[in-house]
């Protein structure tokens, strides 16, 4: 029997202590180093400097990423966490700012990892810079298909276990890996006897690439096959393992959380959703 709990411990363990990764930490296995520059939405959420997990720039003042990124505290401290923007690395470049609030969804469940999503409220409002853009939301209207290319982003493991020497750690450069759709049927047939696969969850695999450790919180971000503009369509969730042919990486849908975030934003103003960035350069 697996163990579906996702415990924050465990989480900063994993990060740094040079820990087994636990099978259902969010989770770049077989990806490339890239820069802030092609993916500048991406930012590192962190716990006293320390990153801990992605995110996703998607207004002024706003930051998408993972609720359970901030398991284990009963009572959120704002003040523990901070975000780096507009660096290549975690732990140095870019600007780090520091959090007004941090929202989690209401519903989120650790054991079914269900409404796995928190929204962040920064200080300072961004100035945009072409290491520093939002990416636009995806909605229920425009699904991603077979032909929309996914890639993910993050400085997560790039492997499931420690090297010869049994070191494992999150990448200090930015990586990206393409993933494919992964039919939801498919995805709830391969999870059958772990946990649910809800509506509210998207799936995403290609052999020998997934995200790992380190990348929870992080964009999935669809390329439409016609050109269209680029939209964040997941949040780094959980998943069986890191590129395990057998289990597809499981993201948060963000078209199924519009009205959330809609509404969460919707006391902060809105202006900051309303443009995005355009795409890779």
Same mark, same amino acid.
């Given at each position: 029997?697996?163990?579906?709990?996702?415990?924050?411990?465990? @989480?900063?363990?994993?990060?740094?202590?040079?820990? +087994?990764?636990?099978?259902?930490?969010?989770?770049?296995?077989?990806?490339? @180093?890239?820069?802030?520059?092609?993916?500048? $939405?991406?930012?590192?959420?962190?716990?006293?400097?320390?990153?801990?997990?992605?995110?996703?720039?998607?207004?002024?003042?706003?930051?998408?990423t993972a609720a359970h990124c901030f398991e284990?505290?009963?009572?959120?401290?704002?003040?523990?966490?901070? @975000?780096?923007?507009?660096?290549?690395?975690?732990?140095?470049?870019?600007?780090?700012?520091?959090?007004?609030?941090?929202?989690?969804?209401?519903?989120?469940?650790?054991?079914?990892?269900?409404?796995? #999503?928190?929204?962040?409220?920064?200080?300072?409002?961004?100035? $945009?810079?072409?290491?520093?853009?939002?990416?636009? #939301?995806? +909605?229920?209207?425009?699904?991603?298909?077979?032909?929309?290319?996914?890639?993910?982003?993050?400085?997560?493991?790039?492997?499931?276990?420690?090297?010869?020497?049994?070191?494992?750690?999150?990448?200090?450069?930015?990586?990206?890996?393409?993933?494919?759709?992964?039919?939801?049927?498919?995805?709830?047939?391969?999870?059958?006897?772990?946990?649910?696969?809800?509506?509210?969850?998207?799936?995403?695999?290609?052999?020998?690439?997934?995200?790992?450790?380190?990348?929870?919180?992080?964009?999935?971000?669809?390329?439409?096959?016609?050109?269209?503009?680029?939209?964040?369509?997941?949040?780094?969730?959980?998943?069986?393992?890191?590129?395990?042919?057998?289990?597809?990486?499981?993201? +948060?849908? @963000?078209?199924?959380?519009?009205?959330?975030?809609?509404?969460?934003?919707?006391?902060?103003?809105?202006?900051?959703? #309303?443009?995005?960035?355009?795409? #890779?350069?």
């Amino acid at each position: 029997m697996y163990s579906t709990g996702l415990l924050w411990s465990l @989480v900063v363990l994993v990060a740094y202590a040079g820990a +087994t990764p636990t099978p259902f930490d969010g989770r770049i296995v077989g990806g490339e @180093v890239t820069t802030i520059g092609q993916f500048p $939405y991406q930012v590192s959420v962190q716990l006293n400097g320390q990153h801990i997990c992605g995110g996703a720039v998607i207004g002024d003042n706003f930051v998408l990423t993972a609720a359970h990124c901030f398991e284990g505290s009963s009572v959120i401290d704002s003040e523990d966490y901070t @975000v780096r923007v507009g660096s290549s690395e975690h732990a140095s470049g870019g600007h780090v700012l520091s959090l007004r609030q941090v929202i989690t969804h209401g519903g989120y469940n650790p054991q079914s990892h269900d409404n796995d #999503l928190a929204l962040l409220i920064l200080n300072a409002r961004l100035n $945009y810079t072409e290491h520093l853009q939002p990416v636009p #939301l995806a +909605t229920l209207r425009d699904p991603p298909t077979a032909d929309t290319r996914l890639l993910v982003s993050g400085w997560g493991f790039e492997a499931e276990e420690g090297g010869a020497s049994g070191e494992v750690g999150v990448s200090p450069q930015l990586r990206f890996v393409d993933v494919d759709l992964v039919d939801s049927d498919q995805c709830r047939r391969a999870y059958r006897q772990v946990l649910p696969i809800t509506q509210r969850m998207i799936c995403a695999a290609r052999p020998g690439h997934d995200s790992c450790q380190g990348d929870s919180g992080g964009p999935l971000v669809g390329f439409p096959a016609d050109e269209g503009p680029a939209k964040l369509l997941g949040i780094v969730s959980w998943g069986l393992g890191c590129a395990n042919p057998n289990y597809p990486g499981v993201y +948060t849908s @963000v078209a199924a959380f519009r009205n959330w975030i809609d509404a969460q934003v919707g006391a902060w103003g809105w202006n900051g959703l #309303l443009a995005g960035w355009s795409g #890779l350069q």
